[in-house]
């Protein structure tokens, strides 16, 4: 008899075989936690939090949370302080002003944008993955089969191709067996196909892990699709929504697949003015900002910073 896997937001995965119960993947198992099982339980939070950098003010009074089985996506022009977030979030840098919350026990599993492994070392994918914590092979093999890479492991590093490294990096993240996956612009340098393909990833991982997913991204149109919400920081809270898909044309279909329809998808700005489908603002706005938005509805511009709306920073 064929065993039944559950997919469900808890982590297990029962299988049996002629009437005995045979053991769950590694990465499916229970894990030993304090976290909240319900979703919309935060797994991380910032309340009101200010952060300066090289005696300029980078988050500015920026409340936010991220949780269980949501996938959170960060968008902002350069500079706006998307990666300051990031690592204020995770713990990395500590704020001036305000706090961050983490879930007892929480597991982060950090994917970077990329990272730089001398030519002249011979790193196979095998060993990479064991660093800094090692796992069995088996393991090893059930993340890569989960990103979706196969027979990569004595492979260098060296030899993968942009789209396979990054792969290789949430690979290793996922073997943390995490309770959030946190993507600094993962897919920087990856051409749209690899980027659509690498996010249709995160969200089966977050479907199949029942994780929280936190992303920061450039790559608009694919990110929009994939995430619950998007939160557009520049330095504050300028807006956030949840993303609407309003088009679907067929190139979009075609490099986007199933996984997202081929939609083309804007979100919902909540600021105190409006925007058309294209992403301009209506007649009647009130724009405080000193940013402007693009057509993809995305944000450009200064990088100084100025509040909106109490109600904007709202995330
Ligand atoms: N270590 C640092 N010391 C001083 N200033 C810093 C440091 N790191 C970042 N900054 C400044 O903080 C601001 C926000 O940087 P951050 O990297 O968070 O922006 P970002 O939105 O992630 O940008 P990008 O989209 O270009 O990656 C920038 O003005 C940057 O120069």
């Known amino acids: 008899m064929r065993g039944v896997a559950c997919r469900c937001q808890m982590r297990w995965t029962l299988a049996a075989s002629c009437g005995t119960t ?29 952060l300066a950098r090289g005696g300029r003010v980078v988050l500015d009074h920026v409340d936010f949370r991220v949780d269980r089985g949501e996938i959170v996506t960060v968008v902002g022009p350069n500079g706006s302080g998307k990666s300051t977030l990031m690592q204020t979030l995770i713990g990395a840098l500590t704020p001036d002003q305000g706090a961050v919350i983490r879930a007892p026990g929480l597991k982060i599993g950090y994917v970077p944008q990329s990272l730089h492994i001398d030519a002249t070392m011979p790193m196979p994918v095998g060993r990479f993955l064991a660093l800094p914590q090692r796992h ?101 809270i300028c807006c956030h929504g949840t993303p609407e898909i309003v088009a679907s044309a067929p190139e979009y279909r075609a490099l986007f697949g199933v996984g997202t329809q081929g939609t083309l998808a804007l979100y919902r700005h909540e600021h105190d003015h409006a925007h058309d489908e294209a992403g301009a603002c209506g007649p009647d706005h009130d724009h405080t900002h000193d940013h402007t938005h693009d057509a993809d509805g995305g944000h450009s511009g200064g990088k100084g910073i100025k509040h909106n709306s109490g109600a904007a920073r709202d995330a």
Request: net charge neutral; hydrophobic share 45%.
């Open 136 to 236: 069995s092979r088996a393991e090893q093999a059930e993340a890569l089969a989960m990103v979706g890479l196969d027979d990569v492991a004595r492979q260098p590093m060296t030899s993968l191709s942009g789209g396979q490294f990054q792969r290789v990096l949430l690979a290793r993240a996922l073997l943390m067996r995490p309770d959030i996956l946190v993507l600094d612009e993962a897919t920087r340098g990856l051409d749209q196909p690899g980027t659509a393909a690498f996010y249709r990833i995160v969200e089966d991982l977050r479907v199949r892990l029942g994780c929280g997913v936190l992303m920061v991204s450039h790559d608009l149109h694919v990110v929009m699709s994939a995430s619950d919400r998007v939160v557009c920081l520049n330095g504050h």
């Open 22 to 50: 045979r053991a769950v993947p590694y990465l499916l198992r229970p894990v030993e936690s304090a976290m909240p099982a319900a979703r919309n339980s935060a797994l991380i939070e910032a309340r009101d939090v200010s």
